[in-house]
């Protein structure tokens, strides 16, 4: 979810990943797993594109970032201090943002300048200390009990301060530093849910530790952050990272029947872009864990009234579940959880019967599991409304031959109107 080879071809950061199922090339060899790609060469044709289309809200939130060219030593004509000059400013992923827009007037944008959010902390530890120096230092604390995950608190709270609990929503204060002192983190107001996921687990495990209003250092090993994959551009592979924190505030997460629908649309949206970034890093349980809690947020449960604005946005609503629907069955594929990934088709063809990538993955799942009379409806069906795809024509001859015992003799054959031509197609779009 980094990276944006070609994603400017996708402007909309709403449009579905695409099926990032195509992008592990290990799962893709199962049968079972194989997204409509027609043939190996076009399968990874079409993860190159998917990939793309899964990547573009990264892109969508750069565009926001503040990108200084400048170096923060150069800006300072050499009068600053030597903890200062030592900041650099990179590029940075955006985070998940949880609040209402409404109350964003006064919050600025996360961006990845070199400008300190707590100048009045900028101390040896935060700018010129060695990494292996702070996990073995006297004065710091160990949140976890195998010492990769440690905290110094520069600023405490009063005694009888709040401290959050899990499922508990929090804003905070964050920055955060590569050992080099390269900025790749930092928001004036992060805003997430403890223990779903939206941030990674150094987070968290920090913020559950602090007390309203404290101010602290964060050094956290790669496990607890971004792992041998790193996170492209800006963290490199087994990077630790070093964060200051300030945990502002702490309150009950909102109840889901008082938020309007179009909170549900923001927050479910937010969910499954972190899917997509998990499904991109091929942690597929954790991808289908955010597509789960994007699907409870995006539903039309609670009574909003009826008008034409609400029914829009109900139909935007089943609208974006298509598209958790269709992911989570990809990450379900890749799990090799295939019971759960034909019933998950099933729910995306209930809300959408001409959903061809559904249709699709169900008749192919069908067809792995014998049903092959119901497996030549449904992809009979998919090829009616996508007669030029190549991977239904493949599938359909996969089962006419299971039908026959593995007779290679028989296969199916296409209506001469359906024959493909040079601009046949994959499933390489959104739908």
């Not at 150069?74 to 000059?85: D, F, I, L, R, V």
């Not at 964003?104 to 707590?118: K, N, P, T």
């Not at 923001?266 to 349980?285: A, D, L, S, T, V």
Request: proline fraction near 4%; aromatic fraction near 6%.
């Amino acid at each position: 979810m980094e990276t944006e080879p070609c994603c400017e071809e996708h402007k909309d950061p709403a449009v579905e990943p695409s099926e990032p199922e195509a992008i592990s090339e290990s799962a893709d060899r199962d049968s079972h797993t194989k997204l409509p790609c027609g043939s190996a060469e076009e399968g990874e044709e079409l993860c190159g594109k998917e990939l793309a289309e899964t990547e573009c809200c990264a892109e969508e939130s750069k565009s926001a970032e503040i990108k200084s060219p400048s170096d923060p030593e150069q800006e300072s004509g050499g009068t600053e201090c030597k903890e200062q000059k030592k900041l650099k400013k990179t590029n940075s992923w955006k985070m998940v943002r949880f609040q209402d827009p409404s109350q964003e007037d006064d919050v600025l944008e996360r961006d990845s300048s070199a400008e300190s959010l707590f100048p009045e902390y900028a101390l040896k530890e935060w700018t010129t200390s060695t990494f292996e120096e702070l996990f073995v230092a006297e004065d710091w604390q160990d949140i976890t009990e195998d010492r990769l995950l440690r905290k110094k608190v520069l600023e405490s709270s009063a005694p009888n301060a709040l401290r959050p609990t899990w499922g508990q929503e929090v804003s905070v204060k964050m920055q955060c530093v590569l050992e080099d002192r390269t900025v790749v983190e930092k928001d004036c107001k992060l805003v997430f849910v403890i223990g779903e996921g939206d941030v990674n687990q150094a987070l968290e495990e920090c913020v559950i530790a602090m007390q309203q209003g404290e101010i602290t250092l964060l050094l956290a090993d790669s496990q607890y952050a971004y792992g041998l994959l790193g996170r492209e551009p800006d963290i490199p592979a087994w990077a630790p990272l070093l964060y200051q924190l300030q945990l502002l505030d702490i309150r009950e997460k909102p109840d889901l029947l008082t938020l309007a629908i179009a909170d549900r649309i923001r927050i479910g949206n937010q969910k499954r872009e972190r899917g997509n970034f998990h499904f991109q890093r091929e942690e597929y349980c954790l991808a289908a864990r955010a597509y789960c809690m994007a699907l409870d947020m995006l539903t039309t449960r609670c009574k909003d009234g009826i008008n034409g604005s609400v029914k829009a946005e109900e139909e935007e609503v089943q609208e974006y579940r298509v598209k958790c629907l269709n992911n989570l069955a990809a990450a379900q594929l890749k799990l090799e959880q295939y019971d759960e990934a034909l019933h998950t088709s099933r729910d995306v063809l209930t809300l959408e019967p001409n959903n061809v990538k559904a249709l699709y993955r169900t008749g192919k799942l069908l067809s792995d599991m014998g049903e092959y009379k119901e497996a030549m409806e449904v992809l009979k069906k998919a090829l009616k409304l996508e007669p030029a795809t190549k991977a239904i024509h493949v599938e359909l001859s996969k089962l006419v031959r299971r039908q026959s015992g593995g007779n290679d003799t028989q296969e199916w054959k296409a209506k001469p109107a359906e024959m493909l031509g040079d601009n046949s197609r994959t499933f390489c779009g959104s739908f």
